[in-house]
Nanobody
Framework: QEQLVESGGGLVQAGGSLRLSCAASGRTFSSRTMGWFRQAPGKEREFVAAINWRSTDTYYAPALRGRFTISRDSAKNTVYLQMNSLKPEDTAVYYC????????????????????WGQGTQVTVSS
């Protein structure tokens, strides 16, 4: 059974950092672009960042570029999201997901074309 499990969320003060992890099991996603999305209370889920299968291409939501960094360790079947200079508006549940189509570029990742999803990890940034 394919499964993605996020971890690393928590409560942090504004200006702090967190590193989220997404561990895949049940199959290897080494040929798939992986992405992070987030959903704040009362808002639609939004794209955060993506990384292609070879880690040669990354893509970020424009407002987050420079503060967030996505990476992956294919040997560990794990994707990471390093979040720096966190702001209260970064408060959300963060989800990772796998592209359903293999060998695409990072910017080609679309919310309607990903699966499976992880269960999410809560990130809360206090002011």
């Amino acid at each position: 059974q394919e499964q993605l499990v996020e971890s690393g969320g928590g409560l942090v003060q504004a200006g702090g950092s967190l590193r989220l992890s997404c561990a895949a099991s049940g199959r290897t996603f080494s040929s798939r672009t992986m992405g992070w999305f987030r959903q704040a209370p009362g808002k639609e889920r939004e794209f955060v960042a993506a990384i292609n299968w070879r880690s040669t291409d990354t893509y970020y939501a424009p407002a987050l570029r420079g503060r967030f960094t996505i990476s992956r360790d294919s040997a560990k079947n794990t994707v990471y999201l390093q979040m720096n200079s966190l702001k209260p508006e970064d408060t959300a549940v963060y989800y990772c997901a796998a592209d359903q189509i293999a060998f695409r570029l990072a910017h080609q990742l679309k919310e309607g074309e990903v699966g499976p999803w992880g269960q999410g990890t809560q990130v809360t940034v206090s002011s």
